[in-house]
């Protein structure tokens, strides 16, 4: 049976945390005089009425939560967020079609960066604060939703933490749920800042270094420029970009015993830190070679933009400091590679991540063993960890159904008319939360706005389901899901 009214309860708490959110961005709109004030207003007012309503509703609630409740509230949470979160571009028309404004949302919360504005630079300073803002508060995803509102009403739930996290396997850095969530917290707050610092101290204004600070810690992508890092025309600002991308996609778990614990070993012996390393270089290498081959880049600038894009890419941020479209055509097929492989579990990034491209790996050179060895009796360990047959079976099925849903939607979109390459990577890159996309109809520097809408509600869809990995979000849709029992 759902506890619906804890459902409300929960939902109500957090819509009213996104009012607050909101009331941040109206201070920086205050702040530059302009006319999106009076959309945060209404907004605001809006988002706490509704809040008020839900929580209301969920008086007296029963605060035993199963693990069907989980399931439903932490897709809800993304889904709310997202409706409410256009408000602030209707009520202001700056997006007058609601397909649209829900799609930009989602995109934000999501941390997916796919945008339908063509020109963001025309918008207030506010709005522009929010389409980032809503990406840092996506990717805090359960820590800050633990943190904040979990422990109040039902004394935490691993439940909610283990549906959230990214990646098959789960690491505990603390016995208490609480204490771990505080702590990766710290390290994205760090980071965060320590990015801002450097960006400032660079050159970018403070508005345009916490812009792009909130945006690379939280692999997202979204921009307050048309051109994104490229608008600065600076080789320190896209290193320093690369680099903070690269951190965030590291599991945050490793880069707190790194930076609290001094943990140097764990990181190193990491075999998922291995692959993303290894990945990294040879996908670099092979599109430094081609551009300096084809487009007659220089070396710096070969390494620098191919390091970025292909970093940018595996991480599932988003950003650039190139035009990949008029790259050859071979490297678009390594950078569709980055978006599906992805970076690391527990970070950021979206993605089929690299613990499971490991796992993979694994499970098909202990099938060749097997295949000479019939009788032999195989371990599969990813590091210290040894994977047992449920989670390979798991890990087949979460397979099975990335590449089930990407075929379904892409085909789909070839049928209304997109051409095949568009398709296939707007597929990959929703539903792994990339961003950007290939091709010539909506290439990596092109806005969204030109997709039929019904892809854009395909899109919205897939990008949830990247954000809460597949499984999370089609449990709601199955019979069984509604039964009592």
Avoid at 343 to 360: E, H, P, Q, Y
Wanted: net charge neutral.
């Amino acid at each position: 049976m759902i506890n619906f009214k804890l459902i409300y309860k929960i939902l109500g708490a957090l819509l009213f945390l996104e009012s607050l959110f909101m009331l941040i961005c109206l201070v920086i709109a205050l702040a530059y005089h302009e006319d999106d004030v009076f959309s945060f207003i209404i907004s605001i007012l809006v988002t706490q009425m509704a809040a008020y309503i839900l929580r209301y509703m969920g008086h007296n609630a029963n605060n035993n939560m199963s693990r069907k409740d989980s399931f439903l509230v932490v897709t809800l949470t993304w889904a709310v967020y997202s409706l409410f979160g256009t408000l602030p571009y209707m009520v202001g028309g700056y997006i007058t079609d609601f397909t649209n404004a829900y799609f930009e949302a989602m995109s934000g919360f999501t941390t997916t960066g796919a945008s339908i504005f063509d020109d963001v630079e025309h918008l207030p300073h506010g709005i522009l604060f929010w389409r980032t803002f809503s990406q840092w508060i996506g990717a805090l995803g359960i820590v800050f939703f633990t943190i904040a509102i979990l422990p109040s009403m039902v004394g935490g739930s691993v439940k909610v933490f283990a549906i959230e996290t990214t990646g098959p396997i789960k690491t505990k850095l603390h016995p208490r749920l609480s204490t771990s969530a505080k702590s990766l917290w710290v390290v994205f707050i760090v980071l965060t800042v320590s990015c801002f610092l450097i960006f400032h101290f660079l050159g970018m204004n403070w508005f345009d270094a916490i812009n792009y600070s909130m945006t690379t810690i939280a692999t997202g992508g979204f921009s307050p420029h048309n051109d994104s890092v490229a608008h600065f025309h600076s080789p320190a600002m896209e290193y320093t970009s690369t680099l903070f991308c690269f951190l965030s996609g590291i599991n945050f778990i490793l880069l707190f015993k790194l930076f609290v614990k001094r943990d140097l070993t764990g990181l190193l012996n990491n075999s998922e830190m291995k692959v993303y390393c290894t990945l990294t270089a040879v996908f670099t290498a092979f599109i430094m070679v081609m551009l300096m081959h084809f487009n007659d880049y220089g070396i710096e600038r070969a390494l620098r933009c191919a390091l970025y894009q292909v970093v940018s890419f595996l991480t599932t941020t988003g950003l650039y400091n190139d035009d990949a479209s008029k790259w050859p055509h071979v490297t678009w097929v390594v950078l569709a590679i980055c978006m599906f492989c992805g970076a690391c579990a527990g970070s950021t990034s979206g993605g089929f991540k690299c613990v499971r491209v490991t796992m993979l790996f694994k499970i098909m050179r202990n099938e060749f063993r097997q295949i000479l060895h019939p009788k032999a009796v195989l371990p599969l360990k990813v590091g210290d960890t040894n994977v047992n047959m449920q989670q390979r079976v798991t890990l087949m099925a979460f397979l099975t159904a990335y590449c089930a849903l990407s075929v379904f939607c892409a085909t789909v979109m070839i049928v209304a008319g997109v051409d095949i390459t568009n398709a296939i990577t707007i597929t990959i890159s929703t539903l792994s939360n990339v961003g950007p996309t290939l091709g010539t109809e909506i290439g990596p520097t092109m806005s969204w706005n030109d997709l039929p809408d019904f892809a854009k509600w395909i899109c919205s869809v897939l990008m949830l389901m990247g954000r809460l990995e597949i499984f999370s979000v089609l449990i709601i849709f199955t019979p069984l899901f509604w039964k009592d029992r």
